[in-house]
């Protein structure tokens, strides 16, 4: 096993940094963005919430740039650099692409993500008067790099590993659980980066509005190596094995971990509030808590009856939360709303909340993180 520790004082610019509190309120002039390298001057977001992108291609005969689902091209200025302005975006996190010459790079003035199966840029606009997930001065707990191999995969796994403050502080104490699974075309690295976790918790822990606990942030893929064809993405069989078998039981084994179900949460976003529904309703002797972030149930076509969603839950699960974006694609809504009322006509005891005015992105996950987190281990 090999650990890389990072700790979120030292290491914020890659794993949690968001800039400070100089977003906090509305912007008055243009603002170099939180996601740029450091050192770098843009891109720049405006009062109104459009961008300025601005580029050295010496070389390049046409450049544009993708963002919000728009495609700018740019122009080159008597100064040989390469600007667009953009039209006002959304609050919240936004990943893009340039294109130069035929060819799609990352900005080189930005930091990367990994979204959509690859490596791109990413601009965070600022939400007026909001600093949950803002970096603060307060005790900052550490995430940890963990590299381990799994027996059932034949392959090593990566796992990033949020330990609170108060983890290295008190050696004799243990801790509750949260399990926590990225989206389709992401990875362990999203919660840590784009979701601003480290920020998240250690300010509400800080607040004592939540119970200092150790999050999971697993790659929340597992292929069998004996399995043959395409295998469907909504099918958990196989992850929900190796959950139970190796991943639950490793870290018990190699971190200070309370071991039963009360202390043991699962969670995820878009597919992985899927399998967070699948494994933890599956297996209610290790789960006491699920929740789902703009994907919830076990699966998008699942059964919403009395078999499948028995009143038993109730005695079961401390809390079963569901959040959708107000914002979010028609079919992924309606989805999840229906299953909200599906599950208050089955008289399930369930938490459900709407993010307004986002889609399927990471304000949502991050204000629905926000909310579930306090509402742990108590």
Not at 94 to 106: E, F
Not at 252 to 281: P, V
Not at 341 to 356: C, D, K, Q, T
């Amino acid at each position: 096993m090999r650990i890389i520790k990072l700790s979120l004082l030292v290491a914020a610019v890659l794993l949690v940094s968001c800039g400070g509190t100089k977003q906090v309120g509305v912007l008055t002039q243009p603002t170099s963005a939180t996601t740029n390298l450091e050192g770098h001057e843009y891109p720049k977001i405006n009062p109104d919430l459009s961008a300025i992108f601005r580029n050295d291609f010496p070389d390049a005969k046409t450049v544009t740039v993708n963002v919000g689902g728009k495609n700018y091209p740019m122009t080159k200025g008597e100064d040989g650099l390469w600007e667009v302005t953009t039209d006002p975006l959304v609050v919240g996190f936004h990943y893009y692409t340039m294109n130069v010459d035929g060819k799609r790079i990352s900005d080189p003035n930005s930091k990367e993500f990994y979204g959509s199966n690859f490596w791109q840029s990413g601009i965070d606009v600022p939400e007026a008067g909001v600093d949950y997930y803002l970096e603060k001065k307060v005790p900052h707990g550490e995430i940890e790099i963990v590299k381990y191999h799994s027996d059932l995969t034949n392959a090593e796994r990566t796992t990033w590993v949020y330990l609170p403050p108060q983890y290295k502080k008190d050696a004799n104490r243990r801790f509750p659980v949260l399990y926590l699974f990225h989206g389709a075309g992401e990875d362990e690295t999203g919660w840590g980066t784009q979701g601003k976790l480290g920020n998240i918790m250690d300010n509400l822990i800080a607040a004592k509005e939540a119970e200092p606990m150790i999050i999971v942030m697993e790659h929340a893929v597992a292929t069998d190596p004996n399995a043959t064809g395409r295998q469907n993405m909504f099918d958990f069989t196989f992850f929900e094995k190796v959950m139970v078998e190796e991943i639950v039981p490793y870290f018990d084994a190699h971190y200070r971990t309370l071991t039963d179900r009360d202390n043991r949460a699962i969670c995820g976003l878009s597919l992985g509030g899927f399998q967070s529904y699948t494994i933890g309703l599956d297996h209610p002797e290790m789960f006491g808590w699920i929740g789902g972030f703009s994907g919830s149930g076990r699966g998008p076509n699942d059964r919403r009856d009395a078999e499948m969603y028995p009143k038993s839950i109730n005695d079961q699960y401390h809390v079963l939360y569901i959040s959708i974006g107000t914002d979010e694609p028609a079919g992924m809504y309606q989805g999840i709303h229906d299953l909200h009322v599906a599950l208050e006509g089955l008289g399930i005891n369930h938490i459900y909340y709407e993010s307004p005015g986002t889609g399927h992105e990471w304000l949502t996950w991050r204000r629905s993180l926000h909310q579930f987190a306090p509402m742990l281990f108590k």
